[in-house]
């Protein structure tokens, strides 16, 4: 990247003047500027299924359950929703947020390539960091109770759930690892924009 | 004072275009937020790894029964990420006090602190998530899932000092997020525009 942008920067030694100079200043800024484009559809889509794949998990068992040692077993429906837990629901609202972040700062930085305007830039910089540190929580969270749920807790006596509650616990770890993807994305859009910027003018 | 900020700068760049910015100059304060994440990182740590507590259960058997920061794994990666947040605040705190009076060096290191303070917040971020959750369930329960219940009314010291700690984990983060800001603001004032 840096050898490119040298390789750039040497066409205007020559006497072609301002204009050849303004071509080349646009287009290694169209990279930066593909490159945010890129990663916040990415963040977009990704933050997206994962909500949704969440927000659909629904399972229904029926659950032996011996009351007392003479009387027969009951077998118990019992359902499982994502909503009974509160570090899901944390997670779907980080999700949600971060989703309608994305589109909103898309169509924003779209907006924003004509005027070339610095503080929306940096308010958009802002945001973001805190949306990545909003998803990465939500998704400690979420982690830290699927595993409760997958191994239990001897020591607090919190038995696992995922035993009884496999669909469920398969949908809410596709949707982690999906929201996973979604925070590096977000990740990546704090670190490479400006990293590009600085090392296209030094 | 362009040429101090761009070391080995194109002259023709210089000269065909409008002069690049100085730059604004906030490293007093990056010092002292870098500081501040290392104090809080190692409060953490410290109010975690000492929240002790026994009480004696009676059922089945009258027992007394530990509750300790590593019977949970959540919270032994909570202390995991904080001890590497509080080498990493340590390491770059003395780092950004090295390059206080070199402004060629600040430009670089700009570069490497955005990136390793982005990764940082993730870290931080997820460890006070983590055990968020985890002291959540501990301090309400949860009624929909047999056997979830609430810990915090038996073990209220313990509760305390975790409670403690993930507040202190959580101003940790908000000091992170204030770092990168300030990298960003830093970097773009000093592109051209």
Not at chain 1, 29 to 44: E, K, M, P, Q, Y
Not at chain 1, 175 to 199: D, E, M, N, Q, Y
Not at chain 2, 26 to 49: M, T
Request: a positive charge.
């Amino acid at each position: 990247m840096e050898g490119q942008s040298k390789g750039s920067f040497n066409v205007m030694e020559g006497s072609e003047g301002k204009g050849r100079e303004f071509v080349v200043e646009k287009s290694a800024s169209s990279i930066v500027g593909t490159c945010d484009l890129v990663l916040r559809i990415l963040a977009f889509l990704l933050t997206l299924v994962a909500a949704v794949v969440i927000g659909t998990d629904k399972q229904t068992a029926i659950v032996p359950i011996k009351l007392v040692d003479s009387m027969p077993t009951l077998y118990v429906p019992v359902a499982a929703k994502w909503h009974y837990l509160s570090a899901f629901v944390y997670y779907v609202g980080a999700n949600a947020i971060a989703c309608a972040y994305a589109i909103l700062s898309l169509l924003l930085t779209l907006a924003n390539r004509r005027k070339g305007k610095g503080t929306m830039e940096t308010l958009i910089t802002v945001l973001d960091t805190v949306m990545v540190a909003l998803l990465f929580s939500g998704n400690g969270a979420a982690m830290a109770v699927g595993l409760l749920g997958l191994q239990g807790n001897s020591h607090v006596h919190w038995n696992k759930v995922c035993n009884e509650f496999g669909k469920f616990c398969d949908q809410v770890a596709a949707s982690l690892f999906i929201s996973l993807l979604g925070s590096i994305a977000f990740l990546l859009l704090l670190i490479v924009p400006p990293v590009l910027r600085l090392k296209q003018t030094t | 004072m362009a040429s101090t900020d761009k070391p080995g700068g194109d002259p023709e760049y210089r000269t065909s275009s409008t002069p690049a910015p100085a730059g604004v100059d906030y490293f007093k304060f990056d010092v002292i937020l870098r500081f501040l994440l290392f104090a809080a990182s190692l409060v953490a740590v410290v109010v975690i790894v000492t929240a002790n507590q026994t009480e004696v259960i009676r059922v089945p058997q009258p027992v007394p029964w530990p509750a300790k920061f590593r019977y949970s794994p959540a919270f032994v990666y909570f202390v995991a990420a904080l001890s590497v947040t509080g080498l990493y605040s340590i390491i770059t705190t003395l780092a950004s006090l090295f390059a206080s009076n070199k402004p060629a060096l600040k430009t670089k290191l700009l570069l490497y602190f955005i990136l390793w303070d982005a990764l940082i917040l993730g870290i931080i971020a997820s460890a006070t998530g983590t055990a968020g959750g985890v002291a959540y369930l501990g301090l309400k329960g949860n009624r929909h899932v047999v056997g979830w219940n609430k810990i915090c009314h038996v073990y209220d010291k313990f509760c305390r000092h975790v409670g403690a700690s993930i507040a202190v984990a959580l101003f940790g983060s908000v000091v992170t997020v204030l770092l990168i800001w300030l990298s960003a603001y830093s970097i773009h004032s000093r592109v051209p525009k």
